[in-house]
């Protein structure tokens, strides 16, 4: 039983939560500030936070008609009636009072303001699906960006510094791009059902085309970013050994093509593709962060 709660809580997507408290934290630690035991606090707490909105995401998808035997292939559990709504609910609502002790806590050794991003990554993550149900107004794409980009990451910063550097809000953007792509190919793939429940997101209010280029746009602004970062020596030079994950992400722009063109099996594969390469991204930007704190160290 335990196995399929555990898949219920959707744990390939936890990487949208571990990626931008590992940048954030490589970005104190650049500046002279790393607390292994905050580190893995907030990596449970962020986890936690992602593993609540999952269960709540699937609540709130049953009980508003919009999942459906067909249409939930990823999460099938309760339109198949292999377990209980009310217990999705609890179990959600449970990490999220796990989660906001081990933000207390945090908070604690910090500072207070941790208090405010955890309630609003809790809030954020609640509402998506019920709630004010913003997914369904066309915010999901919009509300993640900012959400498991710039929230996570200025508060993974700020659990080992205690103290606020706007440079995080910047250096955030690459993985908030591509956090923002798993979730619109996951729309783009769903377009027909979601008009068919009379739900808006943003890829079912706009036309096909201007849905993959704001996805190529999603695939290439991170390493814009980068350069621009690099150049105003906001984050190190090392940085710039992003380039080698440059072939993937040719590859990400190719697919987005494919899928564009034929749908079929390349529109149902580009949420888990995504979902790769943000992590891949994100992996290669937290080890290119840690290079550049060799480099002070040697130099």
């Given at each position: 039983?335990?196995?399929?709660?555990?898949?219920?809580?959707?744990p390939w997507a936890f990487t949208a939560a571990i990626v931008p408290v590992c940048v954030g934290?490589?970005?104190?630690?650049?500046?002279?500030?790393f607390h292994p035991f905050r580190f893995v606090l907030a990596l449970i707490g962020g986890v936690l936070i992602q593993a609540g909105t999952n269960y709540i995401n699937t609540y709130g998808d049953y009980k508003s008609g919009v999942d459906t035997v067909e249409s939930a292939v990823t999460c099938p559990q309760l339109v198949t009636?292999?377990?209980?709504?009310?217990?999705f609910w609890w179990v959600g609502i449970g990490c999220f009072v796990v989660a906001a002790?081990?933000?207390?806590?945090?908070?604690?050794?910090?500072?207070w303001p941790l208090l405010i991003v955890g309630a609003l990554?809790?809030?954020?993550?609640?509402?998506?699906?019920?709630?004010?149900?913003?997914k369904y107004a066309g915010l999901g794409s919009?509300?993640?960006?900012?959400?498991?980009?710039?929230?996570?990451?200025?508060?993974?910063?700020?659990?080992?510094?205690?103290t606020s550097n706007w440079n995080t809000l910047w250096i955030a953007i690459p993985v908030a791009c591509l956090v923002?792509?798993?979730?619109?190919?996951?729309?783009?793939r769903d377009i027909a059902h979601d008009r068919s429940a009379h739900i808006s997101t943003l890829a079912s209010l706009l036309d096909s085309d201007l849905n993959y280029r704001i996805y190529q746009t999603l695939i290439i602004l991170p390493y814009a970013s980068i350069i621009a970062l690099v150049a105003t020596r906001i984050v190190?030079?090392?940085c710039l050994l992003l380039v080698f994950t440059l072939p993937l992400a040719v590859a990400q722009l190719r697919q987005s093509e494919a899928a564009r063109a034929s749908g079929g099996e390349q529109r149902l594969m580009l949420e888990a593709t995504s979902a790769q390469f943000h992590f891949k991204f994100g992996l290669v930007y937290f080890v290119t962060l840690l290079f550049g704190i060799l480099t002070q160290a040697v130099f």
């Amino acid at each position: 039983m335990l196995r399929k709660w555990i898949e219920a809580s959707r744990p390939w997507a936890f990487t949208a939560a571990i990626v931008p408290v590992c940048v954030g934290s490589a970005f104190a630690w650049l500046g002279g500030a790393f607390h292994p035991f905050r580190f893995v606090l907030a990596l449970i707490g962020g986890v936690l936070i992602q593993a609540g909105t999952n269960y709540i995401n699937t609540y709130g998808d049953y009980k508003s008609g919009v999942d459906t035997v067909e249409s939930a292939v990823t999460c099938p559990q309760l339109v198949t009636g292999e377990m209980e709504p009310r217990q999705f609910w609890w179990v959600g609502i449970g990490c999220f009072v796990v989660a906001a002790g081990i933000g207390a806590w945090l908070a604690y050794m910090a500072g207070w303001p941790l208090l405010i991003v955890g309630a609003l990554g809790i809030l954020g993550g609640y509402t998506y699906t019920a709630g004010f149900q913003y997914k369904y107004a066309g915010l999901g794409s919009i509300f993640v960006f900012f959400l498991m980009g710039p929230l996570m990451v200025w508060g993974a910063y700020f659990v080992q510094t205690g103290t606020s550097n706007w440079n995080t809000l910047w250096i955030a953007i690459p993985v908030a791009c591509l956090v923002s792509t798993i979730l619109h190919s996951n729309d783009i793939r769903d377009i027909a059902h979601d008009r068919s429940a009379h739900i808006s997101t943003l890829a079912s209010l706009l036309d096909s085309d201007l849905n993959y280029r704001i996805y190529q746009t999603l695939i290439i602004l991170p390493y814009a970013s980068i350069i621009a970062l690099v150049a105003t020596r906001i984050v190190p030079w090392t940085c710039l050994l992003l380039v080698f994950t440059l072939p993937l992400a040719v590859a990400q722009l190719r697919q987005s093509e494919a899928a564009r063109a034929s749908g079929g099996e390349q529109r149902l594969m580009l949420e888990a593709t995504s979902a790769q390469f943000h992590f891949k991204f994100g992996l290669v930007y937290f080890v290119t962060l840690l290079f550049g704190i060799l480099t002070q160290a040697v130099f």
